[in-house]
Structure formats: C-alpha cells, structure tokens
C-alpha cells in the first residue's frame, strides 16, 4: 500500500472517495487488529498515511519525528515515511478550525463542552483553546483522567453550556440511533459540533437543529483534514474551494 487509512473499523469511511478526488493515486482503506497494527507499523510498507479510531496515540512510538502541532496535542492522523523515517502530523485540528468556521461558530468567551477524550477529541481540545473559549469541559465515559468529568457531573454542573462538540463515536455508522447526551439537558446551548461525517446527519445533530440550535455533522472537518494531509503527503498546495466541491458531491451523491 502506497497511501490509505488505517484504523480498526473502516467500512463507513469516505476518505477513498475524498482522497482520490483530491490526488491521482490509489487510496486504500486498511481495517487493523491491535495485533496487525504492530505487525503493519513495523514494516513502513507505506508511502503516507492517515489514521483514525482506536490508532492516534497508539502511533506515536513508531515515529521518528512529530511536528509541533501533532506533539502539542498528543495524537497523530496523517504520517509520512521518509526513506524508512516515519514523520507524525496531526490535520485534525485545522480541519475541525475550517469546520466551525465555515458554518460561523464562535467559540471566544463561550463555555464549551467537549464530549469525549480519545485522540480525535485532544485535537478538538487543541482548537477550541485556540479559539479563545472561556471554558472548556471534557466528558469521558471510560478512563477518567485528571480534568475529565462524568456524563452526570457535566449534567449536574454544566448545563449552561453554549456550544457542545462530539469526538465520541456514539451516533456512528451502523449505530445512527444512538446519542451522546440528549440536548434538553442544555438549554442554552446554540451549536453543536459532531465530528462524525457517516452518517451525514446524526441522531444528535437532528435534535439540535430540532430545538433551533446550529447543527454540524463531520464532512467538512473529513474532507479539509483530508485535504491538508495530501499536502502533506505530496508536498503541495490545494485551494481550499476544494473542499466545499466535495462535501457538495457527496451530498449529492447520498
């Protein structure tokens, strides 16, 4: 494989589709065990490649080199392999800045809560800092880290929440009638941020457009994260009107 995605569960992705629209080479979607992970980050037979649930940390001591983005925020998506040296970068982060500004979400002085804590959420978290949030809440269901809260804290001392982002995966692709949280529990909220792009509207979305907030789903971050990783990949520049093409396409096409 020269470039593709690895990842544990891969069947609902649409990185293949976007990344050959955006490059002339072949994208191949690669599903990993834990146990293939080892096995396929050891050989390198890779030109580049983005990564996706449960890998962006679990990269890490393979590489050679992380970027200061990538190394600030602690996970990696998108790799390349110079001459056997593997160079980490993350694009999540920009790509979720393009999402939540294209759809005119202004995170200054507002509390924020962030569902999740896996790897794509340490880049949300990134990004929401660089907006200038007020505050910034992490959910978790699973570890409870130092600064992450329970689900029923956040209900019990969080409601007045004015924008809540979704990294977790809940409300996935073939899991579409599942939701994080359920949004009466904020009744001040304005937008909700979901990074999922499959299905193209969630469960979690829908109520929020429902109860008159802004509601995003993931394509635009999918496709303008793609897009910086070929960049990357290949040493170039792409207009950024590119991505908005796709999403259209996609959209259509669904």
């Known amino acids: 494989m020269k470039y593709g995605l690895i990842g544990e569960k891969l069947g609902h992705s649409y990185s293949k589709e976007i990344h050959e629209k955006l ?17 396929f ?3 390198k037979e890779f030109s580049a490649i983005n990564v996706t649930i449960p890998y962006k940390r679990s990269v890490i001591p393979y590489l050679a080199e992380m970027n200061e983005t990538a190394r600030a925020i602690g996970a990696v998506n ?28 202004d995170m200054q002085g507002k509390k924020v809560v962030v569902l999740g804590n896996g790897g794509a959420s340490q880049a949300i978290q990134a990004a929401v800092r660089t907006m200038d949030a007020a505050e910034l809440i992490i959910v978790g269901h699973r570890t409870m880290k130092e600064g992450v809260i329970t ?28 939701s994080p949280v359920d949004l009466r529990h904020f009744p001040k909220c304005r937008a909700v941020l979901d990074i999922i792009a499959n299905p193209l ?13 802004i509601g995003v789903t993931g394509l635009e971050m999918l496709v303008a994260q793609a897009k910086y990783a ?20 996609i959209k259509k096409a669904r």
């Open 23 to 39: 490059a002339d080479y072949t994208y191949e979607l690669c599903p990993l065990t834990r146990d293939e992970f080892d096995i």
């Open 201 to 213: 509207v969630t469960k979690l979305t829908a109520q929020a457009e429902a109860l008159g907030m």
């Open 78 to 105: 998108t790799i390349v392999n110079r001459d056997g040296r593997l160079c980490g970068y993350n694009t999540d982060m920009p790509g979720f800045l393009y999402m939540a500004r294209k759809n005119g979400v």
């Open 41 to 43: 980050m050891e050989k």
């Open 230 to 249: 070929v960049e990357i990949f290949l040493d170039t520049q792409i207009d950024d009107s590119e991505i908005e093409k796709i999403c259209e396409d």
């Open 151 to 178: 689900y029923e804290e956040c209900f019990a001392r969080h409601s007045d929440a004015d924008i809540i982002v979704n990294t977790s995966p809940v409300g996935m692709y073939p899991n579409v009638d599942a």
